[in-house]
């Protein structure tokens, strides 16, 4: 009897268990082209970071610090690829980030070398990725 016992307080456990992940995933359709936007989403395609930049810099903690000190935070992460701490990810992420800050930090007539020296930089990092 005591067995039987045993095997249903495991039985109940188990159930409780499976019920508690129950509600945990959820499938919905999503749109086709929207899923595709998502996926390809890069500063060439729609001017926004790509995700795997976006989560680089928030694995180094630099979201808000490239968002007040780009120029900061590109070189802070040229020296993480230059120590290896950041393989293909980091030339990609600074690609992507020299252009984009090209594109939106130097807007005035006086930085025009500053947002050419950016475009250079992005075309060199492009090609060694």
Same mark, same amino acid.
């Given at each position: 009897? $005591?067995? /039987?016992?045993?095997?249903?307080? *495991?039985?109940?456990?188990?159930?409780? +268990? /499976?019920?508690?992940?129950? *509600?945990?995933?959820?499938?919905?359709?999503?749109?086709?082209?929207?899923?595709?936007?998502?996926?390809? @989403?890069?500063?060439?395609?729609?001017?926004?970071?790509?995700?795997?930049?976006? $989560?680089?810099?928030?694995?180094?903690?630099?979201?808000? /610090? #490239? @968002?007040?000190?780009?120029?900061?935070?590109?070189?802070?992460?040229?020296?993480? &690829? &230059?120590?290896?701490?950041?393989?293909?990810?980091? &030339?990609?992420?600074?690609?992507? +980030?020299?252009?984009?800050?090209?594109?939106?930090?130097?807007?005035? *007539?006086?930085?025009?070398?500053?947002?050419?020296?950016?475009?250079? /930089?992005?075309?060199? #990092?492009? #090609?060694?990725?």
């Amino acid at each position: 009897m $005591n067995h /039987a016992r045993s095997r249903l307080v *495991g039985l109940v456990m188990l159930l409780v +268990l /499976a019920g508690g992940c129950a *509600g945990a995933v959820r499938v919905h359709r999503a749109d086709l082209r929207e899923v595709h936007r998502d996926l390809t @989403r890069s500063v060439l395609t729609t001017g926004e970071l790509s995700e795997p930049t976006h $989560n680089l810099l928030h694995r180094w903690g630099q979201v808000d /610090a #490239y @968002r007040l000190r780009p120029d900061e935070v590109l070189t802070f992460l040229h020296q993480k &690829v &230059v120590e290896g701490a950041e393989g293909p990810d980091g &030339v990609f992420a600074l690609a992507e +980030l020299s252009f984009h800050h090209a594109e939106r930090g130097h807007k005035g *007539g006086g930085e025009r070398w500053q947002r050419t020296s950016h475009f250079l /930089a992005s075309a060199i #990092y492009a #090609y060694a990725f």
